[in-house]
T-cell receptor
């Protein structure tokens, strides 16, 4: 039973356009959400996070939106760059130590 | 530059062997984690530790054990390797107050 779902295995976007990566969750106890980025042959790196008391958090080209009523969050990358091509993991925590990860979405940004 | 270091990038082991995967962090983090990454399944938590000599089972602990004798080191042990343990293994850490993880580069283990 996947508590964090990324239903799109891959996404292709033109350089300069917006990339939107989506994530749905089922556990209403999740109170903290994170996005990680992973290049091949490297470990994931933390990208951006959002607390459940907020609905938006922005960091440069990256913005995360949280819709608690829909149990949905999204990561927007504007403008997209070829170096953004990677696998993006959505993750969630319900207090405590454990972080639950989604299956990942592979983003291709075409030059 | 803060780091989580995994001792091996690639390992090939035989079925039934005892396998040790080592992880060291230099950030004085209290919490350390072992995940495995498989296509279509994302990252799944095997074990974690929130203090020296403390360990907790994650979501898929069967066939694995861990050791944390020192704060900076967290070892994952495959007691008797099986082919279904072929995977990418990722170690991570974060401080006790939480926040994002710092991950190692991963160990790709193949069990033949």
């Amino acid at each position: 039973d996947q508590q964090v779902k990324q239903n799109s295995p891959s996404l292709s976007v033109q350089e300069g356009r917006i990339s939107i990566l989506n994530c749905d969750y089922t556990n209403s106890m999740f109170d903290y959400f994170l996005w990680y980025k992973k290049y091949p042959a490297e470990g994931p790196t933390f990208l951006i996070s959002i607390s459940s008391i907020k609905d938006k958090n922005e960091d440069g080209r990256f913005t995360v939106f949280l819709n608690k009523s829909a149990k949905h969050l999204s990561l927007h990358i504007v403008p997209s760059q070829p170096g953004d091509s990677a696998v993006y993991f959505c993750a969630a925590k319900a207090g405590g130590f454990k972080t639950i990860f989604g299956a990942g979405t592979r983003l291709f940004v075409k030059a | 530059d803060v780091k989580v270091t995994q001792s091996s990038r690639y390992l090939v082991k035989r079925t039934g062997e005892k396998v040790f995967l080592e992880c060291v962090q230099d950030m004085d983090h209290e919490n350390m984690f072992w995940y495995r990454q498989d296509p279509g399944l994302g990252l799944r938590l095997i074990y974690f530790s929130y203090d020296v000599k403390m360990k907790e089972k994650g979501d898929i602990p069967e066939g694995y054990s861990v050791s944390r004798e020192k704060k900076e080191r967290f070892s994952l042990i495959l007691e008797s390797a099986s082919t279904n343990q072929t995977s990418m293994y990722l170690c991570a850490s974060n401080p006790s107050q939480g926040g994002g993880y710092t991950f190692g580069s991963g160990t790709r283990l193949t069990v033949v």
